[in-house]
């Protein structure tokens, strides 16, 4: 079934302009970009989208990095979207996941991983509204307006 999944580029891959390359993986890997928009986390944010880590050793340098320059949130389109775009950014550790994964091309260490992708279709959808309202959200498909001979002509 054709469905969603949210994307998010992490501070530490936007920092390394590594955004166009992520993006040019994501279209190649099939899937289409029906939102996009460049932001800073604040810690409220963060304290809301990673509610379910706030107990780990872990939240604060995650909620520090995070918020330590912009993202880029994505909602993306395929078929098996989440378990797709699971599969194209491969294991939480850099160090372990699989060779040709994003995180594993882009990520520097387990915190700063370049990508994040939602686990469920459930969590996609909360991920999904948490960043994007209806009209931000442009569902395929995308045609142009009218032939280029009429526009050259
Ligand atoms: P996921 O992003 O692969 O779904 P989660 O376990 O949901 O991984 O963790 C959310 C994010 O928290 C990770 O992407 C990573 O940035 C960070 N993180 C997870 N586990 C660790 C850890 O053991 N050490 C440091 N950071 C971690
Ligand atoms: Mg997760």
């Known amino acids: ?6 994307a998010m580029i992490k501070p530490d891959a936007v920092a390394c302009q590594y955004s166009g390359p992520i993006i040019t993986c994501i279209e190649k890997a ?4 029906i939102a996009q928009k460049m932001l800073r986390l604040h810690i409220s944010d963060t304290n809301k989208f990673y509610a ?3 107990q780990r050793p872990f939240f604060r340098n995650l909620s520090l990095f995070m918020t330590s320059g912009p993202v880029i ?3 993306l389109e395929k078929e098996n979207a989440v378990t797709d775009f699971r599969t194209l950014i491969g294991n939480t550790d850099p160090r372990i ?3 040709g994964s994003l995180r594993k091309i882009f990520g520097q260490s387990k915190t700063r991983n ?7 279709d459930e ?27 009429e526009i050259d002509s």
């Open 1 to 6: 079934m054709r469905n969603r999944t949210f």
């Open 30 to 33: 099939g899937f289409r970009i």
């Open 52 to 54: 379910i880590h706030s």
């Open 73 to 75: 949130a994505l909602v």
């Open 97 to 99: 996941a699989s060779p």
């Open 114 to 120: 370049a990508i994040h992708g939602s686990d469920s």
């Open 123 to 149: 969590n996609a959808i909360k991920e999904i509204h948490f960043f994007f309202s209806e009209r931000e959200i442009i569902p395929e498909p995308y045609r142009l307006p009218i032939p280029e001979t």
